[in-house]
């Protein structure tokens, strides 16, 4: 069966650190990677997009690569700051289709 | 969030009864996308559609029906709510296939 993992244990990480969060994925041909924030109370909001072709994406302090033959994303909050801490998603988009099915999430908590 | 509002944000049910949630989006945007979100299972996709009066089955649609007669408005009805029911209920727009997409901020419904 097709299965999204992530972290289910909170990582926990020191203000200025880089966190690294890991996605990992079987029985999938993703057309498309995901990555989502999400605070308490809140809907996800969306991050960055990452296609199959592409290895690495950046957005100011984020990075995102996309490895299919490992068949696993990992997600870097560099110089973290305490406003980061939230839960972060990822999620992906077959080929086939446009629905997104998403991994359980990883919270993640920066101390100052 | 800008140009999606889920309404009610929050609502307590009896068992047997049926409850309508609404989502209305301001982007017109073709796509629509109901999710639940519960502890341990993450986000699962309830229905979604694909335009006017075009929807589809998500993983989790038993005892869930939606419309969408016009392209701002996406319903969803719980025929006869029951405990199991008991969730947080995400809607989501986006423009294009595997694009990112627009959370609401999400309904909590409790099914007593």
């Known amino acids: 069966s097709q299965k999204i993992e992530q972290n289910s244990e909170a990582l926990n990480i020191q203000e200025g650190k880089t966190a690294t969060l890991t996605c990992n994925y079987t029985?999938?041909?993703?057309?498309?990677l995901q990555w989502y924030r999400q605070d308490p109370g809140r809907g996800p909001v969306f991050l960055l997009l990452?296609?199959?072709?592409?290895k690495e994406k950046r957005k100011e302090r984020l990075k995102v690569t996309f490895d299919t033959t490992l068949k696993q994303s990992l997600f870097h909050i560099t110089a973290s700051q305490p406003a980061d801490s939230a839960t972060y998603l990822c999620?992906?988009?077959?080929?086939?289709?446009?629905?997104?099915?998403f991994g359980g999430g990883t919270r993640v908590l920066v101390k100052p | 969030d800008a140009g999606i509002t889920q309404s009610p944000r929050h609502k307590v049910t009896e068992t047997g009864t049926p409850v309508t949630l609404r989502c209305h989006q301001t982007e017109n945007h073709r796509y629509m996308y109901w999710y639940r979100q519960d502890p341990g299972h993450g986000l699962r996709l309830i229905h979604y559609?694909?335009?006017?009066?075009?929807?589809d089955k998500g993983e989790v649609s038993d005892g869930y029906s939606v419309s969408r007669s016009k392209t701002e408005d996406f319903l969803l009805t719980l025929e006869s709510a029951t405990s199991s029911q008991t969730s947080v209920y995400f809607c989501?727009?986006?423009?294009?296939?595997?694009?990112?997409?627009?959370f609401g901020s999400g309904t909590r419904l409790t099914v007593v």
């Open positions: 999620a992906l988009v077959g080929a086939a289709g446009n629905k997104l099915t």
């Open positions: 989501a727009i986006s423009v294009s296939q595997g694009g990112g997409y627009t």
């Open positions: 990452i296609r199959e072709n592409e």
């Open positions: 559609s694909y335009g006017v009066k075009d929807t």
């Open positions: 029985n999938y041909s993703p057309a498309y």
